[in-house]
């Protein structure tokens, strides 16, 4: 009796173990991070919306950077022979005070952000793989480790493109 007792719990924990395995692996995938339609991406030159000037061209070549880096897609210099095309525009830039000194009313630590909205298109088909995505980078910066705004705008102008990126990688 004990025996047959001590078989039945073995063989439900068993089960119960094998279930919950299953299910907790459930959310992961063994394919491709990114669309694997897609061989080429042409990236146009992002706009700014901003009085801020020259950031859309650091913008441009930082996402074509992490694309040759990171993804399998080649970069395409002519519109008319890509698959896609990736563009957007710079829609916001800031720099916010985050702390201050108190008794000289100095900021101590200050922050660049960059709002960017970009669009992922397929050329051949008209699909949209990325519609108006919404992505912000932002950098922390200060007077008193002699940073500035240009360098922390650069950072979170990298920060945005490496956003970009993720939001082109396939949906779980």
């Known amino acids: 009796m004990l025996k047959t007792t001590f078989k039945y719990i073995a063989a439900f924990c068993c089960l119960a173990g094998f279930l919950i395995g299953i299910g ?4 992961y995938s ?3 991070l990114f669309p694997e339609e897609v061989e080429t991406v042409y990236v146009e030159m ?8 020259d950031y859309e061209y650091t913008l441009t070549e930082a996402v074509c950077k992490q694309i040759e880096v990171q993804t399998p897609y080649k970069l395409i ?8 095309m990736l563009y957007g525009y710079i829609s916001y830039m800031s720099d916010e005070i985050l702390d201050m000194e108190r008794y000289s009313g100095r900021p101590i630590e200050q922050e660049a952000a960059v709002r960017v909205v970009f669009s992922w298109k397929d050329m051949t ?3 949209m793989y990325a519609d108006n995505v919404e ?7 200060s007077d008193f480790e002699n940073q500035d705004y240009s ?22």
């Open 24 to 27: 907790g692996c459930s959310g």
């Open 151 to 172: 360098y922390a705008a650069q950072v979170a102008v990298n920060d945005a493109a490496k956003k970009i990126l993720q939001s082109m990688q396939t949906k779980w």
């Open 135 to 141: 992505v912000i980078g932002a950098c922390s910066y």
């Open 77 to 84: 210099a002519d519109k008319n022979r890509a698959q896609t």
């Open 125 to 127: 088909t008209g699909r």
């Open 30 to 32: 063994q394919g491709w």
């Open 46 to 53: 992002f706009d700014s919306r901003d009085f801020r000037r």
